[in-house]
């Protein structure tokens, strides 16, 4: 546990700490591993591995401006110049590299009033921390002047021997998303002793430095090539699926045809989702991957453009599953002509099709287009 506080007592504790005694942060962070979903037999299903800190950490430093060479050091300058309401000093102290000094900038000239020293932090104790890439990330805990005790994440970069604050988390993109996740299950407690069995495997890494990826382990059920569409699946556990795709063929071969108008397409389409779906919201956009020049990418469709996606296909089978908790995602082929791309469906414990898991973490995890490529590498 990291303590941040005033005290100049403190400070020379701190400096004879650091000199008798090695600082956490030269030591290497030890590999944690983190379950993000667990099957029906209790083995994790997809787990995570994560960089964090080693033991329990020292009290390191005070409420002073330090040199910011060690990412505790550029933490303790940010957070007095914020006190002090230095915005001079705040914009440099953010990094450049990946693009954090920008927004910053442009975050202060929108709400001033997050940096002009109003609000006074009398202490900040870092809770848990993690590495990944250049950056060091800090679940914190912020003790106002009233008080009152707030939850934040504070995210450091080091680069050239100089280390920076950085927005990492406040500019969301697929491996980010995933390090948000991975972290969140492993604030939860969510720790495993090591990782699983898996079948695949791959790496996510930040926007800036390559060392300490997050690596994702998914261990896969392997169920060959049931065939859902065209004709009726043989496993039951696969009906409403199978019934969904042969249905949405049969009502785009009648639109095809003239037989039916857009008010019939739409009646069908309820009747249809009403029977196979678990639940099911019509405002919501399907989300699937597409294939484009050997790559995939995610899309979102509307009902009718997702109709004609799926009923595009010349065959759909099962691939493979991937268990979690009360949910089953659904790894499929879609074959057209010589082209195959996988398709990502999730089902509940009676089969019916679901829109959105409880597990968000592993949703999240799983819909990346990281995990899709490593995926559709398995589904081929």
């Not at 009033?113 to 800090?138: F, H, M, P």
């Not at 597409?290 to 595009?312: G, I, M, P, R, T």
């Amino acid at each position: 546990m990291i303590v941040l506080i005033r005290s100049k007592m403190m400070k020379i504790a701190v400096l004879l700490a650091l000199f008798f005694c090695p600082a956490w942060l030269y030591a290497q962070p030890r590999l944690t591993y983190v379950a993000l979903g667990q099957a029906v037999d209790g083995m994790p299903s997809v787990t995570a591995s994560i960089y964090s800190e080693s033991g329990t950490l020292p009290v390191l430093m005070d409420f002073e401006p330090t040199e910011n060479k060690e990412p505790l050091g550029v933490l303790s300058s940010y957070y007095f110049a914020l006190n002090q309401g230095d915005t001079k000093s705040l914009k440099d102290l953010y990094f450049e590299g990946d693009g954090s000094r920008d927004w910053f900038f442009e975050d202060a000239q929108k709400y001033p009033q997050k940096y002009n020293g109003n609000v006074e932090y009398e202490k900040v104790e870092a809770l848990k921390a993690y590495q990944w890439g250049a950056y060091s990330i800090y679940y914190v805990a912020r003790t106002k002047s009233d008080s009152k005790v707030r939850q934040w994440v504070d995210v450091t970069a080091c680069a050239d021997a100089s280390c920076f604050i950085s927005n990492l988390l406040f500019e969301p993109d697929s491996a980010t998303d995933i390090a948000s996740a991975v972290m969140y299950k492993a604030n939860m407690g969510k720790v495993l002793n090591e990782k699983s069995g898996y079948d695949l495997n791959f790496d996510v890494f930040p926007r800036f430095g390559s060392r300490y990826p997050i690596t994702v382990f998914i261990d896969m059920n392997n169920v060959g090539d049931e065939a859902l569409f065209p004709g009726k699946s043989k496993d039951d556990r696969y009906s409403y699926i199978s019934e969904y795709l042969n249905s949405l063929s049969e009502i785009k071969q009648l639109h095809d045809e003239g037989e039916l108008s857009a008010d019939e397409i739409n009646s069908k389409l309820i009747e249809l989702n009403q029977r196979v779906w678990s639940s099911y919201d019509e405002q919501k956009a399907h989300r699937q991957y597409a294939v484009s020049d050997a790559s995939f990418s995610s899309k979102y469709f509307s009902e009718f453009a997702y109709l004609e996606f799926l009923a595009s296909f010349d065959r759909v089978s099962v691939a493979g599953t991937i268990s979690s908790e009360d949910d089953t995602y659904l790894l499929l082929r879609g074959i057209s002509g010589d082209t195959v791309q996988p398709l990502i469906f999730l089902i509940n414990n009676s089969g019916r099709l679901k829109q959105a898991s409880d597990n968000t973490a592993l949703r999240q995890i799983l819909m990346s287009d990281e995990a899709i490529e490593s995926i559709a590498d398995w589904v081929n």
